[in-house]
């Protein structure tokens, strides 16, 4: 019986000692990959801090687009004059004397849609055949072929104008006009400036709408006569 209960207590320390050496390897296993994840998760998050929140990426800031140094907007219109040299259904040969564009003969396009062939005197429209060689102002957009002579299409042809008149002015108001102690000031998108006093008259274009000078606002366009002071004495105003 003694040498029975010898026997298991051996077993039994055997047991727990076999227990003992076993279970601690497999506590060292779980403490390391634990460690190992910790010191991954610090490196993105060290990364993060230049790029912003973590999954974020800041885009790079956008350039900002220079301004014109002269101001002016795209739209205004370059102004030419010169010599009507012919006329035709849908085309206008002209010889430019001014010194913006290009000098020289031009053939200018007429597009009913996009371009206006005015008296200087009535401000109404001219047909092809009524169009009288001589002087004539234009204004005219950005596009212009590379051919000789070059072509465009004009916004506007102002024609038949009389010797020693002054041609109204196409003008693209930069905003409503502003008061002072001789009246008011009309401000063009290209910078001149025209008068306006008591006695201006408006008028719309082809339209029996009432107009006056309240219809003037930013990005009007307009034709403007002016007297021998330069102040205006009629306003056609163009539909928007």
Excluded at 44 to 51: C, I, L, R, S, T
Excluded at 151 to 163: C, D, H, S
Aim: charged share 20%; with cysteine.
């Amino acid at each position: 019986m003694k040498k029975r209960w010898m026997l298991l207590a051996m077993g039994l320390t055997l047991s727990l000692t076999l227990l003992s050496g076993c279970s601690q390897p497999a506590g060292a296993e779980t403490i390391a990959p634990s460690q190992t994840a910790s010191d991954a998760q610090e490196e993105p998050e060290k990364a993060d801090q230049k790029n912003g929140p973590a999954g974020e990426t800041q885009a790079p800031e956008a350039e900002s687009s220079d301004s014109r140094e002269d101001g002016q907007a795209a739209s205004v219109p370059t102004r030419i004059w010169g010599t009507v040299l012919s006329s035709q259904e849908g085309q206008m040969t002209v010889d430019n004397t001014s010194p913006a564009s290009s000098s020289g003969e031009i053939v200018f396009h007429i597009d009913p849609e996009h371009t206006l062939v005015l008296d200087a005197v009535s401000g109404l429209p001219v047909s092809s055949e009524d169009v009288e060689l001589g002087s004539f102002e234009a204004y005219l957009g950005p596009a212009m072929t590379m051919s000789l002579p070059p072509q465009t299409t004009p916004e506007m042809v102002i024609v038949n104008i009389p010797a020693d008149f002054r041609a109204p002015q196409y003008v693209i108001a930069d905003g409503a006009p502003q008061q002072d102690n001789d009246g008011w000031m009309l401000k063009g998108a290209d910078g001149a400036e025209y008068r306006i006093t008591e006695k201006t008259q408006f008028s719309p274009y082809l339209t029996r709408n009432i107009v006056t000078m309240e219809d003037l606002k930013e990005g009007s366009a307009c034709l403007i006569w002016q007297d021998a002071d330069g102040a205006a004495e009629r306003i056609v105003i163009f539909a928007r």
